[in-house]
């Protein structure tokens, strides 16, 4: 049955396993920790007896070549080097001689590899962090910028109550916060003050990588949200905002198109992000314990959601800081019977429960659309109908800047509320390490 | 408001430019892998625009002649790019352009970027269905080979991974050759499914020229054409369908790599790997790893991720085209690019693997024979929930007195029923045993022909 697929044989060797076998194509990307690993597994070799200082600072020498020719782009691969580990210390061996052989003494791919992981982890984790720091900057200085414009809070797509906008930019920013006890607990792990505990699940686990591959997964679900909203607001029926053309694309058909194509991309990549961690959790599953090659997947996991989230918050960035909005046509989109709440809220003030006040309200709509007015054209004594407790003073309440002022307790979208969520978001990344 | 917060970034922007944007937005890195299938349906959509009165015979021949030279850069790997290349449909519309002059300006007319990429992703995954369902057959066929080759091979099957009956070592075989069966007939059933055009749809609304959709779908070989153009420029079942395709194959091949994984182990030595696919230990200098069959295992993860990624990205999309559809190719690509040296592998693997027969008859125990003794009384008449607790009652006699089940004697059998008389002996066979099973399905020789058979006429009959 060999002739079946010899032909593809090269010796004993089946060319398609090799490259299948093969993670050097991806791998490669952590040269850099792979090198500071070994240079202190060299430190800790010499202190063990294992190596003289001479042969110490020969490999470490070596090892500074080996990264200047990846610096460079110099650095020449090999066919038989299978991984970046192999690699370093092909070329290692090239430049020094056999001293190189003495490097990997005590140590394995196993933990060397997981290590590397976790050293390029932990910078690109501290990346993405001052990129999400940006775009919540970014988010919280037009949030405090445009604190007067209004425009209708939307629940079910219908319209619901007046809110201020600022309070919508909020709203985006604050779902950003449970991400710093994330971050936190994932630089904990990654500090390497801190030593595992066991050899067999250390070299083994990757509950940090399915963390990271959640801690994506959550909040590009966040950002979806987010372009979701802007996508319906920049429609035009909508009209509320408008992205700068940078963010926006044309169509190869219809000359009036202006996509918001950087929205949409923004929205469908949560799949990609969360297929990676769907995947890698299947990957682990029924795994016997310790290292498996099937950990190998663990990698271009890791690389694409960080490639993924590196782009879409610096582009999200970028559309929050370049977009239009439109105050006028939001203004114009609020109307009278989103104020039917405040109606209401009227009659509870002046004692009426506020299961009567829904009901006597409800009733002030139905007469209003009825007789084919606008809820704030009714009349004192139509109201009046209604109920006695209706005076002149109700026409404070067909006033949107009176009612978003209702919302004073915290968390609301008063002015001194708004206010507050900016002067919490600005501590936090005040306070919250880099 | 954005020029204030423009210093935040807007140093990287080239003129009124994000550049960090544009290769966001850019899928030529990816979908370059369609230039070929962009440059067939092109010369097909020319040739529907002549028939319509849009083009002339002369300026079809100069678009037809500048393709096949756009064609050739491609395979050569001479085309070059330019920056303002942002899909494969633009490069090669702007090289046509250079090569031929204004006429390829008119060979977009009527046609939209959303019913041409469409039309190239299902003309390319159509080729790609056939490369994989070649390369499934190869395994097939390999592993209907190797069962009739070792068709006497006994040895334990297992349930919970504790020794249940005999069977053969075929029979092991064809049960992963059946579920890859299934995995062969859903491909092609995919490729059905994708082997429908789209061209003519437009962007949204359809083509208003007269386009004869006919004459294009026969250019191109499409069985059918799409119904309703909003549909057919947005949906991507055949997408998802292929993505769970993967899945579904990839969850059976990790079920044999598992198999392969613990039969290879020192403690059961049932197989070996080839040294072709197994992998030694930077540390430990015994070591002998199946790694090809870990890998194997592992990647119906990445497989799965894809399906179950873009069923995310599909869900809540308004109708017709949204920009979100540009994640589709990413997923086809790596999964076929997956299954395609995944089914490679494992056809290396099951061709090159040894076997110890020794070993695997060695761990055929006699207690394994227990349930055949039940049948031995129910054979002679006892019902068989009264055989099973006879049977039972002789293991735990076997396991109390510290023999083999083989090893008591008549008199002690008959302690537990009078049923049994000399020719109990017959039951300590394990080619017996595994015989009995004849019944379609079973284990027996003539039922292990009947699956060889029945693969390889599916084999001969389905198409390629």
Redo the contacts between chains.
């Keep these: ?2 002739k ?2 010899g032909g593809r ?1 090269v010796g ?3 060319p ?2 090799e ?3 093969a993670s050097i194509a991806y791998d490669q990307r952590m040269w850099e920790a792979d090198i500071q690993g070994s240079k202190a597994y060299s430190k800790g070799l010499e202190k063990a007896g294992l190596l003289t200082k001479a042969e110490l600072g020969e490999i470490l020498c070596g090892l500074d070549k080996v990264a200047e020719e990846w610096a460079n782009g110099t650095f020449v691969q090999n066919p038989s080097d299978e991984d970046i ?2 690699a370093n210390e092909r070329r290692l061996k090239e430049l020094i001689g056999e001293t190189a052989g003495k490097l ?1 003494t ?5 933990d060397q590899v997981v290590t590397d992981l976790r050293l390029w982890m932990r910078g690109s984790c501290s990346a993405l962090s001052a990129h999400l720091r ?1 775009l919540l ?2 988010m919280v ?2 949030a405090e ?2 604190k007067d414009v209004l425009f209708p809070g939307y629940t079910h797509l219908q319209r619901a109550q007046p809110i201020r906008w600022s309070h919508w930019i909020l709203s985006g920013a604050i779902a950003g916060n449970p991400l710093g006890v994330d971050r936190e607990l994932l630089r904990k792990e990654l500090n390497f003050s801190a030593i595992t505990l066991n050899s067999m699940d250390a070299t083994s686990e990757r509950d940090f990588v399915a963390e990271f591959l959640f801690w994506g997964s959550l909040c590009m679900t966040h950002l979806s949200k987010m372009a979701e909203d802007l996508i319906i607001y920049g429609t035009k029926e909508f009209s509320f905002v408008q992205l ?4 926006s ?1 044309g ?4 000359p009036q198109k202006k ?1 918001p ?2 929205l ?2 923004i ?18 599953k029924g795994l016997p314990s310790t290292y ?6 663990d990698k ?2 890791v690389f694409e959601v960080f490639d993924t989230m590196n ?2 918050l ?2 999200a ?2 559309i929050i ?2 977009m ?1 909005i439109n105050k006028a046509c939001m203004e114009e989109a609020l109307s009278p019977d989103m104020l039917a709440t405040d109606l209401a809220y009227y009659l509870v003030r002046k004692g009426m429960p506020f299961r009567r006040a829904h009901e006597a309200s409800g009733k002030a709509v139905f007469m209003a659309e009825t007789k084919k007015l606008a809820l704030s054209q009714l009349s004192l004594t139509e109201l009046q109908t209604i109920s006695p407790l209706f005076t002149s003073d109700v026409s404070q309440v067909w006033n949107y800047a009176n009612s978003v002022e209702q919302y004073q307790a915290l968390g609301g979208t008063a002015q001194s509320s708004v206010d507050w969520q900016i002067q919490q978001l600005r501590g936090m990344l005040r306070t919250l390490p880099q």
């Design positions: 049955s060999g079946l697929w044989f004993s060797v089946d398609i396993m490259k299948f076998n580990h192999t990997h005590g140590r394995s791919r196993n940006t900057t970014t200085e037009r910028a445009e700068s053309d940078a963010y694309t169509s190869s058909l219809m996509n194509d950087s949409e991309l929205r469908s990549k949560v799949g990609r992000v969360f297929g990676r961690c769907a995947g890698l959790l299947m990957t682990l498996n090659k099937d950990l190998q997947e271009e996991a782009s879409v610096q582009v960035t970028g800081s370049t239009k």
